[in-house]
Structure formats: structure tokens, C-alpha cells
């Protein structure tokens, strides 16, 4: 007896859910319902978000980059603290006159010029950076023999010559005396050596070597006598009072700015 009833109330709504039905006469079914746009919620298709928007999904997959590698190539000259090569790991290992980092930074202990070398050696497959003290040097040495180090000093052969074999030495290299107070010179013999007097020879041409700095200069000293060369007279410095220098300036100066307030007036 109950089901007449149940459907007599679903069928107005039944039509709804026949495919072939079209949009209008939906709509004007629903309206003659009095049935709010609410309830077709459930039927109108809406399309999520298919990319995250918050987390790590728009950040950047990796950091800016770590500047890795060589900062000083091979024969370049460096100084005790130098960065030499900066690595993940031990790609290359420290060799003479060079450290190492907690992060595996290799860096240089004493001044010299920078080589990347092998040592069988010490390791068949390990690459090594040192630091040699002349640019003519290389690495690594041969076996037996003596590590290179600094000390503050650097190894010179010692000269056992006596004073009259190297005035004698001097004489023969071409330095020439004065017949001065019965100075005699023969066969490059010295029999006077109290009052020899040598003759002022000529400058030769200044030869330029390479420096440290990478560059073709003359000496300190050489570039200090050029004037002496040039036989130009310099002013002696005569160190006098500087404080009461110093009052003449500031004096002077107040007066000037004194002079230049009128001007304006």
C-alpha cells in the first residue's frame, strides 16, 4: 500500500535521472519545485589544485653554488694563508709547504710559487698541491733527497775565499785603481791595498727582471739613484721642530679661510 505513495513523491524529481532529458526543462522542473540553486551543488563537476602551493614545492631544488675549485693555478705565486683549492673531500691531498682544512680547503704555509704533481712514492693514485720557493723548482723530489724548507733563511754555499783573494777576484773582473800614493797594479797583483782607489765605471744599461708581482721592474735602490744618475741635485732633508711646523700650518691655514670669509662679505 506504501509504495504508490513514495513514488507518487520521488516522481516529479524522477525525470531528473533520465540521460535523455534535456537542460530547460530540468531547470523549469526544479523551479516549479521552489527547489534554492544549492541543492544542484552536488551535481555541478569542479576541478582541485593539481600543483602544491605551499612547502618546498615552488622552492628552489638546490642552494646557490659553493665555488668550488682552483683559485691559484700551477707557478703562481702565493703567500703563507693563500686558498689554493677548495673541494668536497679529498680529491686533491696537501703536499710540501701546504695545510689543509676542516673542510678540505687546501691553503699554503710559505711564500712560493704552486704545483700540482703526483708522488708515487708516497701514493700511486693521490694528487698532491705544493708550494716551491724558486719558479724553477719542481716536484716531487727525488728520492733521498733533502726536504726544502724556509726557516726564515735560505741556504747559500759558504765562500772560504781570504780578503786578498776576493780584492783580487774583484781586480779581475774588470774593476780598475788609481796610481794614487804609490799604488801599483800588475797582473792583476795587489801591493797596495790601504790606499787603492777605484774609478767610478760607468753604469751599464739596468737589466729588468721578472719580480714577485709578476712584473718587469727595476730594483728598489736603482729606481732610488736615478736622480744621482741623472745628476740631479736633491734637497737634503733637515729634520727641524715639528711641533712648531706644525703651529706655522694651522696657522696659516686659519688665516686663509679668514681671508676668504671677507671675500664673501
Known amino acids: 500500500m506504501l509504495q504508490p505513495r513514495i513514488w507518487a513523491s520521488v516522481h516529479p524529481n524522477k525525470t531528473l535521472l533520465d540521460p535523455c532529458f534535456t537542460l530547460t526543462t530540468c531547470l523549469r522542473n526544479l523551479t516549479s519545485l521552489h527547489l534554492s540553486i544549492s541543492s544542484m551543488y552536488p551535481f555541478i563537476p569542479s576541478r582541485h589544485a593539481s600543483h602544491a602551493s605551499e612547502g618546498r614545492a615552488n622552492k628552489a631544488a638546490a642552494g646557490p653554488g659553493k665555488r668550488l675549485g682552483a683559485k691559484k693555478t700551477d707557478s703562481e705565486l702565493v703567500v703563507p694563508g693563500n686558498i689554493i683549492f677548495r673541494q668536497r673531500g679529498t680529491h686533491w691531498f696537501p703536499g710540501e709547504n701546504c695545510g689543509m682544512g676542516r673542510d678540505h680547503t687546501i ?148 688665516k686663509n679661510a679668514e681671508r676668504r670669509g671677507l671675500r664673501r662679505k
Open 107 to 254: 691553503f699554503a704555509l710559505e711564500k712560493g710559487y704552486v704545483r700540482y704533481y703526483k708522488d708515487p712514492e708516497r701514493h700511486k693514485e693521490r694528487k698532491y698541491i705544493g708550494v716551491v720557493f724558486d719558479r724553477a723548482w719542481k716536484l716531487p723530489r727525488g728520492r733521498g733527497e733533502a726536504r726544502r724548507r724556509r726557516l726564515g733563511m735560505e741556504a747559500r754555499e759558504m765562500s772560504t775565499a781570504t780578503d786578498g783573494q776576493r780584492m783580487e777576484e774583484d781586480l779581475a773582473e774588470g774593476l780598475q785603481t788609481d796610481n794614487v800614493n804609490n799604488m801599483v797594479v800588475a797582473k792583476g797583483t795587489l801591493m797596495d791595498v790601504q790606499n787603492a782607489k777605484r774609478e767610478k765605471v760607468p753604469e751599464a744599461k739596468t737589466r729588468l727582471e721578472i719580480s714577485d708581482g709578476y712584473m718587469y721592474r727595476e730594483a728598489n735602490w736603482q729606481i732610488g739613484r736615478a736622480a744621482e744618475r741623472a745628476k740631479v741635485k736633491v734637497r737634503v732633508y733637515k729634520p727641524g721642530d715639528r711641533f712648531l711646523a706644525w703651529r706655522k700650518t694651522n696657522a696659516r691655514k686659519a
